[in-house]
């Protein structure tokens, strides 16, 4: 019987700047490199920024550690910085990993360190958020969700609720500026509403970078600067940001739900918790729980297999007579 050893190696991106030692002992040849016995899987992920993301980065440290065809995943949580991203990828590189997988912070700057794994023979699988197209002989596939279409459904929603009436006033709340994400929200949203030719006026638009801080203290200056008694829609494109931006609602004196709609996007505990108390009216569900597929993915690379080049997680939607019955079944 072949003794597999499992080993989940988490990183952060400051003992990534010091610790490559450690990260090659895991294999004991000091190379961090395939022992024969499994694949071993380097993770550049985000960061730690969301609900979303530690949900994220549990179900895919899970799926590994329960997959006996996975030897070791070395896992580094980026901190939201490019930098430390192409870093882990050097190291992974170096320490000769099977196959690595990015979770991209921003869509571009990535043609040199992906050249250098292409170089190096390995291979590259997307997890979560994608990279411009330009790049995109650099990975085999992408596995994540489909942010255009996230922000489609967003703006199905408002042309259903507002359309037909007076000029709708909407603020948003953007991700962090360059990522995948934030792009393709944006891109679907607008799509929708100019397509169906629904009457709005975009007040303001602004990054909350995907955090409570963020979207909370952006939310201050929207309301200071613009007041609120205008403004009939809060498009969030993350569920951080349209939470942080409810408490700067309420801090001002009014009601959030009520006083201004709002539509999140991810569908967090916290999320339906604040759809059921009222304070939010429409949930995009972003799913991060993909773990076990990703495994699947990453053999199937490893083994060559053709793939086809972005696999879409599955995602609904949901309103205010979905909210209670939904929260229940919320894994993050
Ligand atoms: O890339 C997925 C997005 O990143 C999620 O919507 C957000 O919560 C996270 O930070």
Known sequence: MIMLRKAIVGLGAGALLFGSAACGADDGDGSGGDSGEGLVVGFAQVGAESAWRTANSDSVQAAAEADDRIDELKFVDAQQEQEKQIEAIRNFITQQ??????????????????????TAGIPVVLADRGIE???EDLYVTRLGSDFVEEGRKAGSWTVETFGG???????????????APANDRKTGFYEVLDGEG???ELVDSQSGDFTAEGGKSVMETFISTHGLEEVDLLYAHNDEMGLGAIQAIEEAGFEPG???????VDGSKAGFEAGVDGKVNYIVECNPVFGDQLMDVVVQVDAGEELEKFTPVEEGVFGP????DELPNRQF
């Open 258 to 264: 009520t006083d201004v709609q709002i539509i999140i």
């Open 198 to 200: 629904l009457d709005y």
């Open 97 to 118: 990993v099977d196959v690595i997988v990015l979770a991209p912070v921003v869509e571009t700057g990535w043609t040199d360190v992906l050249g250098e794994a292409e």
């Open 133 to 135: 197209a330009a790049d």
């Open 165 to 179: 009436g007076e000029t709708t006033r909407i603020l948003e709340l953007e991700g962090t500026v360059g990522s």
């Open 321 to 324: 007579d979905d909210f209670e």
